[in-house]
């Protein structure tokens, strides 16, 4: 009985010696198991055998093979970093030690990517039409392009009447308050859609009850006196056929402009407006601020305030997204709009070209010099196809465009490039693609962002690199400057 016991114990010690030692040595340990969105999350891990041996990012819930990210461990011991998502729940590591699933030799403890619960700090409840106020903001979101937005109170998120990005986890934005009496907040989002993390607390617009008083006539006409308008009440349609003009017989202080986008109830992105003479004179444009229309439509009245002085003359309104711009039977299918202004004894005076804006300061947030190249980022643009991003070595010159295609998917990584360089980059936003069969060429919006940066210098020359990728139908396999790497590890991806 006894020599039969010692055989079956000896049997089944030799059957656990031949077993891999990492499956009684691999391991994975998390530095921390509570994460907000954008957050690093570290493990470690041990024991590995494997050359191919790997790490992989999961969801809790999810199958081995569907995984968010991984890296190849090719040693023992170290460590492996990710950025937590911005989608909330729980998440693991998984450790396979071959270079596929079939061994999974060890998995983490769970981390919760937990969501964001900003702090809004208001100085009052109740305001007065249009006044100038600061709301401050904590424990926000990190994302480079989190943002904060004015609401009417119950509005779709879509519906925001102005917004600005977040200047970091804490900070402040002041705005001007509309003028429509009613109950308004502010909403923080996590990233550069819709993605809402915090409400403040409600607050009143109310009516001032203080008697304004008339304002004493100028010398030669009403002071704002409105010289145009072809708005009406009735249904209207987008993209006017004719141009919107209006003829004054002597000069004039124009004092402000204003520009109708219904847009089937969404409004349009506040863009620019100017004034054009007969004879090519060109009058702005300038920059408009939206606000909320009929029916709390977002953005459907566009005004500028230039106060300039205009010669007499025939003036055409240029609106800068005629696709939206209202019109319609009654306003002899010109685009609706309001033109206000003083009569003036004097000459006016031509406009004096505007001076050419230095490009903004270089952040993190928008730009990056790595050593893969530099990385940029910036605000999408509603409707845009896609980008065009122009590179220059001269800051008055816009360049070439630095890929043969429009950009769709960001960051974007410029890596031809030469190492310590100062590079200047602007970027448009593609509004209508090219069809040379049919003679349509692209079509490109006024530039949304402009960058410099000095690349790095670690960077390797673009004239002295010669790197190259041969993929082969039907082959898992692809070459990478000669070498033979899988497609996508593990899975036979063709």
Request: proline letters at 7%.
């Amino acid at each position: 009985m006894n020599r039969k016991f010692i055989g079956i114990l000896l049997s089944m010690l030799l059957v656990f010696s031949l077993l891999p030692l990492s499956v009684f040595a691999a391991s994975l340990n998390l530095q921390t198991t509570s994460v907000l969105p954008g957050e690093n999350i570290t493990v470690t891990f041990s024991g590995t055998t494997h050359t191919n041996a790997w790490v992989g990012f999961y969801k809790t819930d999810a199958d081995d093979r569907n995984l968010i990210s991984y890296a190849y461990v090719r040693n023992t011991n170290g460590s492996y970093t990710v950025k937590a998502p911005y989608q909330t729940g729980s998440y693991q590591f998984r450790l396979f030690d071959d270079g596929g699933y079939n061994q999974r030799v060890a998995v983490s403890a769970s981390v919760s990517v937990v969501p964001f619960n900003p702090v809004f700090r208001l100085p009052k409840t109740s305001f007065a039409p249009e006044e100038t106020m600061t709301v401050e903001y904590s424990d926000a979101p990190s994302h480079s392009h989190a943002w904060i937005g004015l609401y009417k109170a119950g509005a779709d998120d879509r519906g925001f009447i102005k917004y600005e990005y977040l200047k970091g986890t804490s900070g402040s934005y002041t705005l001007d308050l509309p003028r429509e009496a009613g109950s308004y907040e502010f909403r923080i989002f996590q990233d550069n859609g819709y993605t809402r993390v915090g409400t403040s607390q409600a607050f009143s617009i109310t009516e001032n009850t203080t008697p304004t008083p008339e304002p004493a006539p100028s010398s030669t006409s009403d002071e704002n006196n409105l010289i145009f308008d072809n708005n009406n009440i009735a249904g209207v349609l987008n993209r006017p056929t004719n141009p919107t003009q209006f003829t004054i017989q002597q000069p004039h202080q124009i004092t402000k402009i204003e520009t109708y986008h219904w847009n089937n109830q969404r409004g349009a992105p506040a863009g620019s407006i100017g004034l054009q003479h007969a004879d090519g004179t060109m009058y702005g444009p300038w920059t408009a601020t939206a606000r909320t229309g009929y029916l709390d439509t977002p953005n459907a009245y566009w005004f500028v305030e230039p106060n300039v002085t205009i010669k007499a003359g025939t003036y055409t309104v240029i609106d800068s997204d005629p696709d939206s711009w209202s019109h319609n039977s009654q306003s002899n299918n010109e685009g609706f709009a309001r033109v206000w202004g003083n009569a003036t004894g004097a000459p006016a005076p031509a406009p004096q070209p505007e001076p050419t804006p230095a490009p903004p300061a270089t952040t993190g947030q928008a730009i990056e010099a790595t050593d893969a190249g530099n990385r940029m980022e910036w605000p999408k643009v509603s409707g845009a196809l896609g980008y065009r991003i122009f590179r220059s070595t001269d800051p008055n010159q816009l360049g070439e465009s630095v890929t043969d295609f429009f950009i769709e998917e960001l960051p974007f990584i410029d890596v031809n490039i030469q190492p310590n360089t100062d590079y200047h980059y602007t970027v448009k936003p593609v509004l209508r693609e090219a069809n040379p069969l049919q003679n349509i060429e692209e079509e490109l919006g006024e530039a949304i962002a402009t960058y410099t940066v000095r690349s790095s210098s670690n960077i390797i020359s673009s004239t002295a690199q010669r790197s190259f990728i041969v993929l082969t139908i039907d082959k898992p396999h692809m070459i990478v400057n000669g070498v033979a790497e899988e497609i996508d590890p593990g899975r036979g991806t063709v």
